[in-house]
C-alpha cells in the first residue's frame, strides 16, 4: 500500500502543525501552526521593541525631570512599561488582522480555532493573560526587597516553565492565553500560482490503458518535477523518470534525448485529462496502487 | 523548435478551462490582499474594498470546484493560501486599540460578570465564611493573630499593638507626600492582593479547590484584623480606613475567585463538550472577568496610594468606599446591556 498520504507529503515532509479550519463559507481551509521557535522570535523581537520604547520613555521622564529624582523615572518607567506592552500588542493584533510587528517579520498571524472571526474580546484577553503567565511571577522573581523566600521562588520558577513551555503540550500548541481566548498562531504561506503545465497539442498519444497505470500521486510528483528548474540534474532525473515510465507502460518506441521534456508533459497532459475526467465520474485515482486496492 | 510532421492531438482539459477563466479575479485578489498586508486598509480605494468580499467569496467557490476537477497540485496549494489570506483579510478584525479596549470595558467585562452570578456568589460565601471565622478566632483569643497573619503582612502590628500605635503608625499615618504615594501605587504592581487575585483565577484550573481555600483564607486575614482593632476600640475606623481601597480590591479578589470557580466548574462538569474545549468556551468569560479584575486592583491602587492617607476622616472614608461600592454595582449590572458588537 501507499507509504504517504498523498503528494504534498512525500514531497515537503510529514508536517506535524497541519491543523484545519472552517472558514463561515463552509470550506475547510488547511492551516499551518507556527513553530515554538518562530513564536518565540517573534516574541523576542516584540520585547525589544518594547524595551526600546520603555527606555526611550525614561529617558525623555529623566530629560523633563533632571535633577534627583531618579526614583521618579524609575516608578515612571514601571508604570509606562506595564502600560505600553499592552497597548502594544493588543493595538497591533486589532489593527493588523492579528500580527503585531515581530509576528509581520516571521509571518504569523493570530486566527480564531474555530474558524471564526477573530473578536476583538479574543485579542484583549489573550494578551492580557500574558500579564498573569509571564510578567508577574517574574517581576515577583525579581522584587528585590522583601521578596519571596527560595520555596516562593522555586514555586515562581515552575509556574514560569509551566505556561512558557505549554504550546510544546497542547495539540494546537497553545499559550495559555490562546486557551483561554479560543485562538492559536497560526505561519501564513506565501505561494505564487505557477503556469499551467497543460499542453494544447500533443505530439505523443497514449492509450486509455497506459494511462491506468498511474493514479494522482505519481501525476503530482511528475508535476514537481515538470516544474524544477533546468539543471543537470534535473535533466538527468527527467530521463530517467521517462524511461520509466515508458517501461511501465509498455512504450517501445524509443523517446529521442532531445524529446525527454516534451514526451513527459504530453504525458502529463494525458495523464491528468484522464485522471480528472475519472474523478468526474466518480472514479478517483489516489495512486498507482488504486486496481490492487479495487 | 523545430517543425514537426507528426500528427498532432488536440485536448482541452475542464480543469485548465476553468482556471482560464478564473485566474484574473484570483490574481486581483492577490493584489488586493498583499497591499492590504503591507500598506494597510488606507492604501485600498472605496470601490477595491468593496469588491474584496466578493473577489474572496469567488476564490472560496473556485477552491471548492478546483478540488472536485483539477488535480494541479500548485493550483490547488495556491488557492487553499488564497482562501486562507482573504479569510484572514476579510474577518480579521479592523478595529482601533481605543474602540477594542472601549469595546472591552463597556461590553465584555461587565457582561462577563453578569454571566457569572452563582460563581460571584459561592466565591463571596467563602470570602465571608473565612472573615466570620477569622474575627471569631482572633475575637475569643488574640494570640490566633499571629498564627493567621503572616509576619510580613501584619506588619508590625499584632497583639502587642497599642491603641495610639494604630492610630498612628496606620490608620491616621500622615499622608507620605506625592513621592511615597507613587511608590505605594508603583509598588501595587507586585503587590500581595493582585497576587492573590491572579492565583484564585489560575488555580481554578485546579478544579477550584484551591480557590475556595484561597479565599476562606484571605476572608480570615481580614476578620483577624477587624477583631484586632476592635479590642482596641478602632474597629470602625478601621473599617472606613479599609473601606476607600478594600471596596475594590475585595470585589476585584471575588471576580477572580470566581472566574476560578468558573473554570474549575466547566472542568468538573464538561457537559456536551470535552473538557479542554468546555475550559476554553467558559474560560473565554472567566478570563475577561479576570482580566477586568486586573485593571480594579489598579484602581485600588491607586486609591490606596493616592488617597488613603490624604482623608484623615472615618466618614469621609466611608463615603468614598461607600461610592466606589455604588459605581462598580451600577456598572457591573447597567454596562452593556445593550447588544452592540
Known amino acids: 500500500m501507499a507509504k504517504y498520504r498523498d503528494a504534498s507529503e512525500f514531497l515537503e515532509g510529514k508536517r506535524s502543525g497541519l491543523r484545519q479550519i472552517t472558514s463561515p463559507e463552509g470550506v475547510v481551509l488547511p492551516v499551518e501552526l507556527a513553530s515554538y521557535g518562530e513564536r518565540a522570535a517573534a516574541y523576542l523581537i516584540d520585547m525589544a521593541i518594547w524595551l526600546g520604547i520603555t527606555l526611550l520613555t525614561g529617558l525623555i521622564a529623566a530629560l523633563i525631570l533632571r535633577g534627583p529624582a531618579l526614583i521618579y523615572v524609575l516608578l515612571i518607567m514601571v508604570f509606562t512599561a506595564v502600560l505600553i506592552r499592552n497597548l502594544y500588542f493588543i493595538g497591533f493584533e486589532l489593527a493588523w488582522q492579528g500580527a ?21 474580546g479574543a485579542v484583549v484577553a489573550r494578551n492580557l493573560t500574558r500579564e498573569i503567565e509571564i510578567y508577574m511571577p517574574l517581576g515577583l522573581m525579581l522584587t528585590p526587597f522583601s521578596g519571596p523566600g527560595v520555596w516562593g521562588r522555586l514555586a515562581i520558577l515552575a509556574w514560569l516553565a509551566i505556561f512558557l513551555l505549554l504550546p510544546l503540550f497542547t495539540h494546537y500548541r497553545l499559550r ?15 505561494r505564487v500560482l505557477l ?74 497532459t494525458a495523464e491528468r485529462a484522464y485522471l480528472e475526467r475519472e474523478q468526474l465520474f466518480g472514479k478517483p485515482r489516489a495512486d498507482k496502487h488504486h486496481a490492487e486496492a479495487g | 523548435m523545430a517543425e514537426d510532421d507528426r500528427p498532432v492531438t488536440n485536448l482541452t482539459l475542464k480543469s485548465s478551462e476553468f482556471r482560464k477563466g478564473r485566474e484574473a479575479g484570483w490574481r486581483a485578489l492577490e493584489n488586493l490582499i498583499g497591499r492590504l498586508e503591507r500598506r494597510g486598509v488606507r492604501d485600498l480605494s472605496v470601490e477595491e474594498l468593496q469588491s474584496l468580499p466578493l473577489l474572496y467569496r469567488s476564490a472560496v467557490s473556485s477552491l471548492s470546484v478546483a478540488r472536485s476537477i483539477a488535480l494541479d497540485r500548485n493550483l490547488l496549494r495556491y488557492l487553499e493560501d488564497l482562501a486562507l489570506r482573504g479569510f484572514l483579510a476579510v474577518y480579521g478584525p479592523r478595529i482601533r486599540l481605543g474602540r477594542g479596549l472601549l469595546g472591552f470595558f463597556t461590553q465584555l467585562f461587565p457582561r462577563a460578570v453578569r454571566q457569572g452570578g452563582w460563581h460571584i456568589l459561592i466565591a463571596t460565601l467563602a470570602l465571608l465564611t473565612g472573615f466570620v471565622a477569622g474575627f471569631l478566632l482572633v475575637g475569643l483569643d488574640e494570640s490566633w493573630f499571629t498564627t493567621l497573619v503572616p509576619s510580613g503582612m501584619a506588619g508590625g502590628r499584632g497583639p502587642g499593638s497599642t491603641r495610639a500605635e494604630l492610630m498612628q503608625g496606620e490608620l491616621f499615618a500622615p499622608w507620605p507626600g506625592a513621592a511615597a504615594a507613587f511608590g505605594i501605587f508603583a509598588s501595587f504592581l507586585f503587590s500581595h492582593n493582585t497576587l492573590v487575585g491572579i492565583l484564585c483565577f489560575s488555580l481554578g484550573l485546579a478544579a477550584g479547590v484551591p480557590t475556595l481555600l484561597l479565599l476562606v483564607y484571605q476572608g480570615l486575614i481580614l476578620g483577624a484584623f477587624l477583631a484586632l482593632h476592635m479590642h482596641r476600640g478602632l474597629g470602625v475606623a478601621f473599617l472606613g480606613w479599609i473601606s476607600i481601597h478594600g471596596v475594590t480590591e475585595l470585589t476585584a479578589i471575588m471576580l477572580c475567585g470566581a472566574a476560578g470557580l ?10 456536551r463538550h470535552g473538557r479542554v474545549d468546555n475550559a476554553a468556551i467558559r474560560g473565554r468569560f472567566a478570563a475577561q472577568i479576570a482580566v477586568g479584575a486586573i485593571f480594579m486592583f489598579l484602581v485600588a491602587g491607586i486609591l490606596e496610594g493616592g488617597f488613603r492617607q490624604l482623608i484623615a476622616s472615618t466618614p469621609w472614608r466611608f463615603a468614598v468606599g461607600g461610592t466606589t461600592g455604588a459605581l462598580w454595582l451600577a456598572y457591573f449590572l447597567g454596562a452593556g446591556r445593550r447588544a452592540r458588537l
Open chain 1, 195 to 268: 503556469g499551467d503545465l497543460v499542453e494544447a497539442k500533443l505530439r505523443y498519444r497514449f492509450s486509455e490503458p497506459q494511462l491506468a497505470a498511474y493514479g494522482a500521486f505519481e501525476l503530482q510528483v511528475l508535476e514537481e518535477l515538470l516544474r524544477a528548474r533546468d539543471t543537470a540534474d534535473s535533466r538527468r532525473l527527467r530521463r530517467e523518470v521517462c524511461e520509466k515510465i515508458c517501461r511501465k507502460i509498455g512504450w517501445t518506441t524509443p523517446v529521442p534525448d532531445g524529446e525527454t521534456m516534451l514526451f513527459l508533459r504530453d504525458f502529463y
Open chain 2, 262 to 271: 468558573m473554570i474549575g466548574g466547566a472542568i468538573l462538569f464538561p457537559g
Open chain 1, 100 to 120: 503585531t510587528p515581530g509576528k509581520r517579520v516571521l509571518g504569523l498571524r493570530v486566527v480564531d480555532r474555530r474558524g471564526g472571526p477573530l473578536q476583538p
Open chain 1, 176 to 190: 495559555g492565553g490562546d486557551l483561554i481566548a479560543g485562538t492559536m498562531v497560526i505561519a501564513l504561506p506565501k
